[in-house]
């Protein structure tokens, strides 16, 4: 019998709480996760579960895991392109693991998929819109078009139902026109079953953060991350970098 994977998992929850997309998309998988606590979708929210980051990797490094990966895009990229890249450095360093971050993972979700022109849905209100934009024109994006939920409370985004996301994503879609992809960014929000429909009614790729990250940590794992039914992203191999 084959050892089961074991991946870790940095979230944002001030529990040690697994988001619970992921194991719908690999029950074969052993998730360990270890909370930094964000308090709102907001830079001052973020900033002391950031502190966090490094020790809450560090002792999951310590729990045998086969890579680490930091859930949370607002939390690895509001601090700036250069600040994230610095963290994944500190990461690296400091577990000795393949680790990465939801906001990496959705830059390496877009790349598989061939975008550089992108419509972008979010959960956040404009200061972290704008953040997320910065961010991924220095990761080599032209963002045609952003919408945003306008949220501030931590748990407000699980809230926002699937006819919500995919209303929101048709929208950012139908402004950018000619978008090579739709990303849709938050962790918080439930996206599992957005890609498909999306995909159907405008016939280009979706990337979302909990899809990518997760697919991205197997990639890291070893293991191809394929998932059936669920978009094109999950029917690619998710190598250790794109």
């Avoid at 929850?13 to 074969?28: H, K, N, Q, R």
């Avoid at 699980?158 to 090579?180: H, M, N, P, R």
Wanted: proline residues 4%; hydrophobic residues 45%; aromatic residues 8%.
């Amino acid at each position: 019998m084959s050892k089961k994977l074991r991946i870790g998992l940095v979230v944002p929850f001030a529990t040690d709480d697994i988001p619970l997309e992921g194991p719908l998309m690999y029950p074969d998988v052993e998730f360990i996760a270890k909370g930094v606590g964000v308090r709102s979708l907001t830079p001052e929210g973020y900033d002391a579960a950031w502190n966090g980051i490094l020790p809450a990797a560090e002792y999951l490094a310590k729990q045998g895991v086969e890579a680490i990966m930091v859930i949370g895009t607002s939390l690895t990229f509001y601090r700036g392109y250069d600040a994230h890249q610095k963290l994944m450095q500190q990461l690296r360093e400091k577990t000795g693991l393949p680790v990465s971050t939801m906001s990496e993972a959705v830059v390496h979700g877009l790349r598989a998929v061939g975008a550089k022109k992108i419509a972008v849905a979010t959960a956040y209100a404009d200061e972290v819109n704008d953040r997320l934009a910065d961010f991924l024109t220095k990761a080599g994006f032209e963002v045609l078009a952003l919408k945003g939920f306008g949220l501030f409370g931590f748990g407000e985004p699980g809230k926002k139902s699937e006819k919500d996301i995919i209303e929101l994503s048709g929208s950012a879609i139908d402004e950018a026109k000619k978008a090579d992809a739709v990303l849709i960014s938050c962790g918080g929000l439930l996206t599992l079953n957005c890609a498909e429909p999306i995909e159907k009614k405008y016939g280009i790729p979706v990337v979302t953060s909990t899809q990518s990250s997760f697919w991205k940590a197997m990639g890291l794992a070893g293991d191809k991350g394929l998932v059936a039914d669920k978009g094109k992203m999950l029917q690619k191999s998710a190598a250790a970098s794109v």
